[in-house]
């Protein structure tokens, strides 16, 4: 093989996760109320739309989180891991320039001292390296170049949404025993009941059109400019897409455990068990967040540090720290569910179906699992969604004061830590943050409107008065 693949921690964890958000879909398919449910997710505009965003964002994710080694002509292995997004991005990494250049520029930001053939110096922009180097004339050529090649990416989204439309209808005639035309027309007028296609074929074309654009204008000029060494920025803007999801997932593997647990015991069992765990929540509340997280951080940093020969490589190491990362936000961030769900079992444990069962003898542990459980699912999940969005924040505020994510990994919370240096130079150079704000709110909003649609459909109060209304 040319390769050797490497499966670091994250990656195990993500695949994990995946599979389990596969388990949950099969007992949604399963369960008819979860299914209802569910089903007035995607019916509402705003939730497809949402929805096929966050997928977008998900498939890029999981691109970066294949990792391999390349094999050397010597046999050897590369010391550096890349990922499947690497290698459908190497266009972006084998076309680094010296330093800073603008979105679409054909020449170098700062000025510098350039010797021209007859031997005098001059002070000046230099031409770009690959950045508009097909371009004969950028003065004269630049703007109708960035034109055809915009209107040449826009029709291959179109043709691309166009391709979408006729793969998704082929399969749904099936389902509506109806001919592939009138398919194509209930995609676009859907019928009372059914989830929104149409939504979803305008987002979907929204994204196809913009991704052939700007890979259109990817294949001569630097879309989003380079930073300080050369690099692409709108590379880094996407291999940051990984380090959000793997902080707003992997983290509530770490939450959700000590949240349901705990919460449920106090809030069943009452006296000094919900003494003890109001005590560890209330004191782990008075700590201030960033601090302790800070100081977990700092000391995750010095065991790496003394351990340095025990990881093969820098992406390792980095992966380490992402993951302890994880779990610090995790065992530090399940207060708040817990308190939701103490409160949500006081008032259960009062109910009749529970007095009877524990007058039939049935033991505490059960009735948690049959009674209890399945009855506060909606708030776990509406907890869980809506967290998704301040996790993402949390690691920009946490790499913004030093103590986020590994320097050497790309991450949105980085990029804008080292923007703030960058918004100080003159000519000011501002795409870097502009790149990291845009793809952290199309992820963050997404997330947001989602998180809504989902409490919409599953809170009982809210469906109560939907149902006065």
């Not at 209330?282 to 540090?305: G, H, K």
């Amino acid at each position: 093989m040319s390769f050797q693949p490497v499966i670091l921690w994250t990656d195990a964890l993500i695949w994990l996760l995946v599979l389990i958000c596969g388990g949950f879909a099969w007992h949604i398919a399963r369960t008819p109320a979860l299914r209802a449910s569910w089903r007035k997710v995607l019916a509402r505009p705003m939730g497809m739309s949402s929805l096929a965003v966050l997928g977008v964002f998900v498939l890029v994710g999981l691109a970066d989180s294949l990792h391999y080694r390349e094999r050397l002509d010597n046999g050897q292995l590369d010391v550096e891991v890349k990922s499947l997004l690497d290698r459908a991005l190497v266009p972006f990494t084998a076309r680094n320039e010296r330093t800073y250049s603008a979105p679409l520029a054909t020449h170098a930001q700062s000025r510098e001292t350039v010797q021209r053939p007859d031997g005098s110096t001059v002070r000046e922009t230099p031409r770009l390296q690959f950045g508009g180097a097909h371009l004969a004339d950028p003065q004269q050529d630049w703007l109708g170049d960035v034109m055809a090649r915009t209107l040449k990416g826009l029709a291959l989204g179109l043709a691309a949404s166009l391709l979408f439309a006729v793969l998704l209808a082929v399969p749904l005639k099936r389902l509506w025993r109806c001919g592939f035309a009138a398919a194509l027309v209930r995609l676009w007028r859907p019928q009372e009941g059914d989830i929104a296609w149409k939504s979803l074929l305008l987002t979907v074309s929204m994204l196809l059109l913009t991704c052939g654009a700007v890979a259109s204008l990817a294949g001569g000029y630097h879309v989003f400019g380079t930073d300080k060494v050369g690099q692409d920025v709108l590379y880094q803007s996407l291999k940051s897409i990984r380090t959000g999801l793997v902080i707003g997932t992997l983290t509530t593997l770490v939450t959700l455990p000590a949240a349901i647990g705990l919460g449920l015991l106090a809030g069943y069992f009452r006296g000094w068990v919900d003494d003890f765990i109001q005590y560890v929540y209330t004191t782990l509340n008075s700590i201030p967040w960033v601090l302790l997280v800070a100081a977990a951080v700092l000391i995750v940093q010095v065991f790496i540090e003394q351990n340095e020969a025990s990881f093969s490589s820098v992406a390792e190491r980095a992966d380490v720290r992402l993951l302890a990362l994880c779990v610090i936000i995790g065992l530090t961030g399940w207060t708040g569910l817990a308190r939701l769900l103490r409160a949500e079992t006081l008032k259960l444990r009062e109910l009749d179906y529970v007095t009877a069962a524990r007058a039939f003898g049935v033991s505490g542990p059960r009735i948690l699992a049959r009674h209890i459980l399945p009855n506060v699912q909606h708030l776990i999940l509406i907890t869980v969604v809506m967290d998704f969005s301040g996790l993402v924040l949390a690691e920009a505020i946490l790499s913004y004061v030093g103590v986020g994510v590994d320097p050497v990994m790309n991450s949105w919370g980085n990029m804008i830590n080292a923007a703030r240096m960058e918004l100080a130079r003159e000519p000011i150079v501002w795409w870097p943050l502009l790149a990291a704000f845009s793809f952290m709110f199309a992820l963050v909003l997404a997330a947001n409107l989602f998180a809504d649609v989902v409490q919409d459909a599953f809170d009982p109060r809210t469906a109560a008065r939907g149902g006065k209304a």
